[in-house]
């Protein structure tokens, strides 16, 4: 198995407010239609809403007015913008 990134350390470097399981581990990234429960997604454009009924993803970064999802989510102010370095 491939080590990962805990759900919580990515929402710091993305300066993101954290909720749900911060333990989790993130194998990677996908979009929230491709996505399974190894990887992270973000949503930012309403029209893709739909998708997070349904994503697999183990976790979602998305604005932070967005809520209801029982996802691990960490919140963003731009969940477009580059991750902190």
Known sequence: MTAGLRVSDIATAVRGAMEGNGELQIEGAAGLDEATERHIS?????????????TKAAAIILPQNTNGLKTPTG???????KPAR
């Open 42 to 54: 973000f949503f930012s454009n309403p029209k893709y809403s739909a998708q997070l009924e349904t």
């Open 75 to 81: 919140k963003n102010t731009d969940p477009c913008s």
